[in-house]
């Protein structure tokens, strides 16, 4: 039997995250989304996926030898799982009770996974649906024989979701790291509270006399080849990956840190994916940044009001409360910050834009933005934004593909209403 991973139209809620990715790669916790499914699902059968159609040539550079997008015909039942479910070994249990074809579980009108017939996937409307997230509720429901309601999945749907969930899922999952050879590898000149064996050091990490581990009010992990400085205090939960290096900086609780990151200053309840830089000082808490991000020094985002209220932010064009007085930034991939740069709570960045001075309302994609130093809002050219991002990927020795140029030009077009909107203007940029 095949399983396979599909987004549905919540993925715009996103925005500007998933742009550059389907919502399974939205990393959280100690992995991304996809690689949870997986580990819950795997013994069921192979794992495909399905995505919006300009991204299917970059998963396929991410995932080599998995299926993207493929609608060939099998022998089975299929087994829909949403990509945007947090699993855990429930999920297992639920998709086990899928007896037969046309069986969709809900979870407040959305679908969490369904059985479908193997002819399924030939249907014209099917693969429209899947290849472009949209209407993919109503698609299925067409197709069901019977509803199964269920409550107490991890559907996400907003992005404060991802924070919120973040230190928990630390927790459990370096919980479930059985290597023993990765506990307690602390050398003496390094200061621990709480529990060693709360502590993961992988092979080959270096940390420096006078860095402090916090592991009193949860674990701690460091991956491969990861560097940190003195005088770093790291306090649990935190995950930071492999190939790292923290230069001297306050790493909060509830932090996960992706692969090849540069991170220095203080970080608190905040998500990095791979290949973003936070050398400097400043602050950055209760957020998300994308892959190949630069914070200049100083760089500051505010996650609390003035008022201790809820932060809201636009969703689509709605304000919707985030029930949280505690929310950040959201930062798409290859974003830029200038020195000294400050950015309310609760804004979004978007894709390759730039940012000067005081940040005080969300940002679009490929946009340099000054407002507060005296310059409109202006387009930021596509060839630029391309070069630079080149150049960036190259210092990781990372080359930029023809796919991921495409990918980025796609984004670009589908970017293009909400500079407009924005009333963001075109010519050269200058301060």
């Known amino acids: 039997m095949r ?130 997230a949209e209407n993919v ?67 080959n990490a270096l940390l420096e006399a006078g860095t402090v581990l916090d592991a009193r009010y949860g674990p701690i992990y460091i991956g491969e080849n990861t560097y940190v400085q003195s005088p770093t205090r790291i306090s649990g939960p935190a995950y930071i990956g492999r190939n790292c290096i923290i230069y001297g900086g306050q790493i909060r609780e509830g932090c996960s840190i992706g692969n090849v990151c540069r991170i220095g200053g203080e970080v608190e309840k905040s998500i990095f994916h791979g290949c973003s830089n936070k050398r400097h000082y400043g602050f950055i808490g209760h957020s998300y940044i994308g892959e190949w991000v630069n914070l200049g020094a100083g760089t500051t985002n505010s996650d609390l009001k003035n008022t201790y209220g809820t932060i809201k932010m636009d969703i689509g064009g709605q304000l919707r409360d985030t029930g949280s007085m505690f929310v950040g930034i959201f930062v798409g991939d290859h974003a830029k910050t200038a020195i000294g740069t400050h950015i309310f709570s609760g804004k979004k960045i978007g894709v390759s834009s730039h940012l000067y001075g005081i940040v005080p309302e969300d940002v679009p994609s490929f946009t340099a933005y000054a407002r507060t130093l005296g310059v409109k809002p202006t387009e930021i050219y596509l060839e630029s934004a391309i070069e630079t991002a080149r150049r960036m990927m190259h210092r990781r020795n990372v080359q930029l593909s023809r796919a991921y140029e495409d990918m980025l030009k796609r984004v670009f077009e589908l970017t293009e209403q909400e500079r407009s909107r924005a009333n963001v203007v075109k010519g050269k940029f200058s301060i």
Request: proline residues 4%; negative net charge.
């Open 137 to 203: 509720t109503e698609t299925i429901l067409k197709f069901a024989t019977e509803k199964l309601h269920v409550e107490n999945f991890r559907l996400l749907e907003y992005p404060w979701e991802l924070i919120e969930l973040n230190p928990e899922l630390i927790t459990a999952e370096l919980r479930e790291i059985k290597d023993k050879e990765l506990r307690g590898r602390i050398e003496p000149s390094v200061t621990v509270y709480g529990s060693k064996e709360s502590i993961f050091i992988a092979e």
């Open 3 to 132: 399983i396979a991973i599909f987004e549905d139209e919540t993925y715009r809620n996103f925005f500007p995250l998933t742009l550059t990715r389907p919502v399974y790669e939205l990393f959280v916790g100690t992995s991304s989304i996809r690689e949870k499914i997986i580990k819950n699902i795997a013994k069921l059968g192979e794992v495909i996926f399905f995505c919006r159609s300009y991204l299917c040539d970059i998963l396929k550079e991410r995932l080599p030898s998995s299926c993207i997008n493929d609608f060939s015909t099998t022998d089975d039942d299929i087994l829909l799982v949403n990509g945007l479910l947090v699993a855990n070994e429930s999920l297992n249990d639920v998709l086990q009770k899928l007896s037969k074809a046309g069986t969709v579980v809900l979870q407040k009108g959305r679908v969490v996974a369904a059985r479908i017939g193997r002819e399924f996937l030939e249907l014209p409307e099917i693969q429209t649906t899947m290849t472009s």
